[in-house]
C-alpha cells in the first residue's frame, strides 16, 4: 500500500513536471514571450507617466482655492476607482467604434489606463501634499515666491518623499496591471504567453511569464517592503 | 447650423450609449451578472480577509522556517499579476486531472491574492502595537496566544481599517477579471449582449452597474480613511 503512494506521488510530480515546467516547450515558446515584454515594457514607459501627470495635475487643483474644482476632482477620482479597469477598457476599445471613433489596443490601453491611474496617483499625491506643514507654504510665499513656485520647488518635492511608498506600491500594481491589455488583444507579455498555451495544449509559456513578471517585480516588491518596515519605525 | 452638428452628435452619443429598447431587453442579464458578482466579492472579502489575518497572527509566533514560506507566499503574490494567476489555474488544473469551475477559480485566485496583501498591512499592525500592551497583557496571566488575540490583534486591527479597506476594494474589483474565463459576472453578461446586439449600449449598462456597486464602497472608503486615519506620534 505505500509502495502504490509512492507510485501515485511519483505519477503526478510527473505530470506536474510535464505540465507546468516543460523546459522543452518553455525554451520554444521564450522568443515570442520576450517579444510579449517587449511591449509590455513599451506599455509601461507610455502609461506610468502618464498616470504619474495626470495623478499630479489633479492632487493640485484638488488644492484650488475653487470649491467647484475640487469638487470635480472628488467626483472623478472616485468615478475612475469605482470602474474595475477592465471594464473601462473594454467600453473604450469595443465601445467608441461605435460611436465612430476606431481606436487602436495600445490607444485604448493608454487611454483607460490614464483615467484609472491618474485617480490613484491623485489620490497618493493629495496625501503627500497634505503632509506637508502649512508653514512651509507661508514661509516660501512670505519670501516673495509664487504659489506655483512655491507648489513646484517647495511642497511637491517634500510631499514626493513623504508617500514614496505609495507611489511605488501604485506603480508596481500598475506594472501587473498591464496583463488585462491582453485581453483586447495587444500583444504583451500575457498574451503572448496565452498563444503559446493554446499552441502547445501545454502550461509551462504561462508558468514561463510568470516567472518573468516575478523577476522583474520581486526585487521592487522587497524594496517596498523594506521602506514600508522602515516608515513605520 | 453649429445648433443641428451639436444636437446630431449628442442624438448619436444617446444612439450608440444608452438605447433605451436594449436597455430594458438587457437588464435583467446584466442583474444577473450584478448577482454573480457580488457573490463572488462577498465571499473573496471573507475568505481573504480571514486567511491574511491567519497568517498575520501566525507569523507573531516567529518561527524562522514558518515566517520565510509565509514572506515568500506574500511577496509572490504581491508580485505577479492577477490575471496571470486566473489563467494559470483555470487553463492549468485541468491537465493534473482536476476541473474547476471559473467562479471557484476566481474565488480562489482573488481571496489568495487578497489574503497576502491583508497579510503585510495586519503585520504591519501587529508591530505597530507597543511591547508594554504584550508585557501587560502576559503578566495578568495571558499566555502568548491569548494576549495576541485578545490585546494586541483587537488594537491592531483599528490601525489596519483605512489601508485594508483601500486594498479590498482595488482586489474586489478584479471579480471583472472572470470574464476571461467565462465567469457570467456583470462584465461578461455586458459583453455578450453587447456581440449579441451589435450595441455599446450593454457595455455601459455594465459600467454603470460596477459604478452603482462600488461607489457607496469608495466613498464610505474616504470617510474611514479620514476617521481611522494612522496617527503617527
Known sequence: ?233 | MNETVTTSAWARFLETFFRPDLIEQYSGAIAKGVIVTCQVAGLVVVTGIAVGLALAMIRAYRIKPVNFLIIVYVDVLRSLPPLVLIVLTYFGLPALGSTLSGFVVLWLVLSMVLAAFAEEIFWAGILSVRKGQWDAARSTGFSFTQALAWVVVPQAIRLTVAPLTNRTIAITKNTALGMVIGVPEILNEASTAQSFSGSATPLMMGAIAYILLFIPIVVAGRWIETRFAWRRS
Not at chain 1, 128 to 140: C, H, L, N
Not at chain 1, 157 to 164: D, E, F, Y
Open chain 1, 1 to 233: 500500500m505505500d509502495r502504490d503512494a509512492v507510485r501515485v506521488a511519483a505519477e503526478l510530480m510527473n505530470e506536474i513536471y510535464l505540465s507546468f515546467f516543460n523546459f522543452e516547450i518553455m525554451r520554444e515558446a521564450l522568443p515570442l514571450l520576450l517579444r510579449g515584454l517587449v511591449v509590455t515594457a513599451k506599455l509601461c514607459v507610455a502609461v506610468i507617466p502618464l498616470g504619474i501627470i495626470g495623478g499630479l495635475v489633479l492632487a493640485v487643483m484638488s488644492q484650488s482655492n475653487s470649491r467647484s474644482l475640487r469638487i470635480a476632482v472628488v467626483v472623478f477620482v472616485d468615478l475612475f476607482r469605482a470602474i474595475p479597469p477592465l471594464v473601462l477598457l473594454i467600453l473604450i476599445y469595443s465601445g467608441l467604434p461605435f460611436a465612430g471613433i476606431d481606436i487602436s489596443p495600445f490607444a485604448a490601453v493608454c487611454v483607460g489606463f490614464m483615467l484609472n491611474n491618474s485617480a490613484y496617483y491623485a489620490e497618493i499625491y493629495r496625501a503627500g501634499i497634505e503632509s506637508v506643514d502649512r508653514g512651509q507654504t507661508e514661509a516660501a510665499r512670505s519670501t516673495g515666491m509664487s504659489s506655483a513656485q512655491t507648489m513646484s520647488y517647495v511642497v511637491l518635492p517634500q510631499a514626493t518623499r513623504n508617500v514614496l511608498p505609495d507611489l511605488l506600491s501604485n506603480t508596481i500594481e500598475v506594472v501587473k496591471l498591464t496583463s488585462i491589455a491582453s485581453v483586447v488583444a495587444l500583444q504583451e507579455l500575457l498574451y503572448a504567453a496565452d498563444m503559446a498555451r493554446s499552441l502547445t495544449y501545454n502550461a509551462s509559456p504561462i508558468v514561463l511569464a510568470a516567472a518573468i513578471y516575478l523577476l522583474i517585480l520581486w526585487p521592487v516588491v522587497r524594496l517596498l517592503s523594506m521602506m514600508e518596515h522602515r516608515v513605520g519605525n
